[in-house]
């Protein structure tokens, strides 16, 4: 996975900006970007090319994954689910998930700490 410079610069803020527009697709490769992280969590914009995508984890956290372009499955303990542009998910803590992207798609992923 390659990273893109975080957009976390506190002299910038606030600064209006089209989310999918902040990280771009690489061939054969998933990209992420932190956007914002502390203590409570992460906020993390994901771009990956067509056929990419992550095999089946489990995280200890709730995360809502939101689609800004694209389209992807994602399945969550077993269940598969076909999102789009504009669509979301939460994905529940410790339940075994997986993405693949079924054409080129940007996810922005927030992770909620306990």
Do not use: C, W
Request: net charge neutral; hydrophobic share 40%; charged share 20%.
């Amino acid at each position: 996975m390659k990273n893109e410079k975080s957009e976390t610069n506190k002299s910038e803020l606030p600064t209006v900006r089209h989310m999918a527009d902040l990280i771009s697709y690489q061939s054969q490769s998933v990209v992420s970007r932190i956007i914002m992280k502390n203590k409570s969590g992460s906020v993390t914009l994901f771009a990956f090319d067509q056929s990419e995508g992550f095999s089946e984890h489990t995280t200890p956290f709730d995360a809502l994954v939101m689609i800004l372009d694209g389209k992807s499955e994602i399945i969550i303990s077993g269940n598969p689910f076909t999102l789009g542009t504009g669509d979301m998910i939460i994905m529940p803590a410790n339940e075994p998930h997986s993405v693949k992207a079924l054409q080129k798609f940007k996810m922005l992923l927030t992770m909620l700490k306990d």
